[in-house]
């Protein structure tokens, strides 16, 4: 069998390629900005329903199957890394629940300014 630190890496490898999947909605918000930069309000719409989609299942679902798999994994860890890996992946959750929660109000919102979703 496997050894236990064999198993914590390949399940942190995994959970990481995992994680870079988040940044797929990034596409989308870079598109939003250049399209923000022109008056075609269809293509401006569709784009922001595109990242509300992409940031909905990329950041939201994926970091709560993520979680899950990291608290499944809490018996190949040590404690004090288990507390500080979910505690920022929950912080991260949190964060992008704000995000979510922003780009979901810039797509009932009119178009009457440019709003942009940049830090």
């Known amino acids: 069998g496997a050894s236990m630190s064999s198993r914590q890496g390949c399940g942190s490898s995994c959970n ?15 598109l939003g900005n250049i399209a923000r930069r022109t008056e075609r309000h269809r293509l401006r719409r569709a784009v922001d329903w595109s990242l509300l989609a992409s940031f909905g299942l990329s950041r939201l679902v994926n970091f709560v199957f993520l979680i899950r798999c990291w608290v499944k994994a ?9 507390r500080l890996m979910l505690s920022i992946q929950s912080a991260a959750y949190v964060m992008n629940v704000g995000w979510f929660l922003k780009i979901a109000r810039n797509c009932f919102q ?6 942009s979703l940049e830090c």
């Open 110 to 115: 009119p178009y009457t300014r440019a709003p």
């Open 16 to 30: 990481n390629v995992l994680a870079y999947f988040a940044e797929f909605s990034t596409i989308f918000l870079r």
């Open 74 to 82: 809490r018996p190949l860890v040590s404690p004090s890394v288990f």
